[in-house]
């Protein structure tokens, strides 16, 4: 079982699968201490997007709407047992276009959405950074956090993924949600307190996403709030999947 666009899918274990989308810049790697976390019962699924890891050959995308047409329609055969969509920043826009396109094609969309950083889809930020001049582009990266500390090193091979990072972050940047219908499944939003890209107020917008029920988590931490508790954020993730009905209450 393997797919170009999935990291970590495993034939006939029956667990519920949780596809994970990262934020600009990431890949796989980000997710792979939750798979060891939430096995055996959940199974991490992490989107790969062209332009990086296996797939560093590829041009990256540049547009938003095909992408998640591609990606739908790699989901496609994977679905075939209860899932979920975790999506952080960049990944979080990813994971509600993918969601909105599996339902208008009249497939099942996830059992639950968990937002994490960012804003919602409907109240973009306006935002340019993708233009920036490589050395104010690096310094915007390396101020997130998400990123180790600025030496020289980490610089020069952060400029050798420049043109990756530009087009992810055009992906957000030129996004604006067109028409189609909304979720009707829970959307949990996820938002570091201290996240200077998104607001509590922006993150909480995440409710007219979906016609069903919403929920706001809020963590300590900067936008990469995950990597300083991850058990905290683990025990988030169970329970919300749990409260959709994907693993039993409790379990760890």
């Not at 087009?167 to 909304?182: C, F, K, N, S, V």
């Not at 995950?226 to 693993?247: E, F, K, T, Y």
Request: aromatic residues 8%; proline residues 8%; positive net charge.
């Amino acid at each position: 079982m393997s797919s170009r666009w999935i990291s970590g899918l495993l034939p006939g274990d029956g667990a519920t699968r949780l596809f994970c989308f990262a934020h600009a810049g990431g890949g796989s790697r980000f997710f792979l201490p939750w798979r060891e976390a939430l096995a055996p019962h959940v199974q991490v699924c992490s989107i790969v997007l062209p332009g990086r890891e296996s797939r560093l050959r590829e041009e990256p995308r540049t547009s938003l709407g095909p992408l998640v047409r591609e990606l739908t329609a790699a989901l496609g055969p994977y679905l075939d047992r209860p899932f979920a969509f975790f999506g952080h920043s960049l990944g979080a826009l990813l994971a509600y276009e993918t969601a909105r396109q599996l339902i208008a094609e009249g497939r099942p969309e996830p059992s639950v959405l968990l937002a994490s950083g960012r804003q919602a889809p409907r109240h973009p930020r306006q935002s340019s950074l993708h233009l920036l001049p490589t050395g104010q582009f690096i310094d915007h990266l390396i101020a997130l956090g998400g990123t180790a500390a600025a030496t020289g090193l980490r610089r020069r091979l952060l400029e050798s993924f420049v043109p990756m990072l530009r087009a992810d972050y055009a992906l957000t940047e030129t996004y604006r949600a067109g028409p189609g219908p909304e979720l009707s499944g829970p959307v949990v939003a996820y938002h570091g307190r201290q996240d200077p890209v998104a607001t509590e107020e922006q993150v909480d917008r995440w409710r007219e996403a979906t016609t069903g029920e919403f929920r706001l988590r809020m963590f300590d931490g900067g936008h990469f709030y995950h990597q300083g508790a991850p058990a905290v954020v683990m025990d988030a993730v169970r329970s919300d999947l749990a409260a959709a009905g994907l693993l039993r209450a409790g379990v760890r």
